[in-house]
């Protein structure tokens, strides 16, 4: 198993229990503990957790809004879809992110990539989400662009017109989009108008368009547009996703990923 992914497997770990144990999380990655202590030396490093004696606890800084935030629906399908949306972002790349729980679980994914070799950025990072923008601060491989705003209570979203003077300045190698819905006619949605704006910015200066959903949002519409289906470029989803909304896009031109 490569490091990168003992981490994050680490940080689900964490993040479901609160605290982890060097000689559990051993057993439960088919790893030495000798290897487990090192990961998290590691991981404390970059300040995605706090080492104890025999383990490790979640770190206040990196984790406490987050884990406040996260959503229990669904959680195994998104860390699954947020897995496989990370795999797609090169490194060196520069990648918008907006906010909602899975685009949170992308954006953890990439925070545990390893530091380039020598050091440097892995990855510049332009988001909206001050929970994103919170949790990614600390990583000392990812830059970290904050557009201005004002934020939204129920999505942590920055939105208004102070978005779009910052993203229309920008240009992105790709942008990971959290829906409320996404409909082979009717495109990416999310149930504000102010948000789907904000999103929309993001996704206009972007080269590459992920969508990222799970299988209960295909298929449906919500109130306002972010985005067109033309737009968009990969969506990822979960195995439930149903064939024949899958072929609708897929006829579409867009590429499919079921995780």
């Known amino acids: 198993m490569a490091a990168h992914t003992r981490w994050a497997r680490l940080l689900e770990i964490l993040s479901d229990q609160g605290h982890l144990d060097v000689l559990d999380a051993a057993e439960r ?27 490790a606890v979640v770190s206040s800084v990196a984790y406490d809004l987050p884990l406040r ?67 990614l601060a600390v990583r000392p491989q990812v830059k970290i662009v904050v557009t201005g705003g004002v934020a939204r209570p129920n999505s942590y979203e920055l939105v208004g017109p ?25 495109g990416a949605a999310t149930h504000d108008e102010s948000e789907a704006g904000a999103n929309r910015a993001l996704a206009e200066c972007a080269n590459t368009v992920v969508v990222v ?7 449906r519409r919500a109130f306002a547009q972010v985005c067109g289906t033309g737009a968009v470029s990969i969506l990822v989803t979960d195995r439930d996703a149903p064939d024949d909304v899958v072929e609708e896009f897929t006829a579409l031109g867009v590429d499919v990923r079921r995780v």
């Open 69 to 135: 935030y996260k959503a229990a629906r669904k959680a195994d399908e998104k860390q699954r879809i947020a897995r496989a949306a990370a795999e797609l972002i090169p490194s060196g790349s520069t990648v918008g992110i907006n906010g909602g729980t899975t685009a949170s679980e992308v954006a953890r994914e990439l925070a545990v990539r390893p530091e380039p070799p020598g050091g440097g950025t892995a990855l510049t990072v332009v988001t909206n989400a001050i929970n994103i923008a919170n949790e």
């Open 162 to 186: 102070l978005v779009d003077s910052v993203l229309r300045t920008l240009a992105l190698d790709y942008t990971i989009l959290g829906v409320d819905a996404v409909h082979p006619r009717f």
């Open 29 to 55: 990655l088919g790893c030495s503990a000798a290897t487990v202590r090192r990961d998290l030396d590691e991981l404390a490093r970059q300040n995605l957790l706090t080492r104890t004696r025999g383990g």
């Open 213 to 219: 959903a799970d299988s209960a949002k295909l298929g």
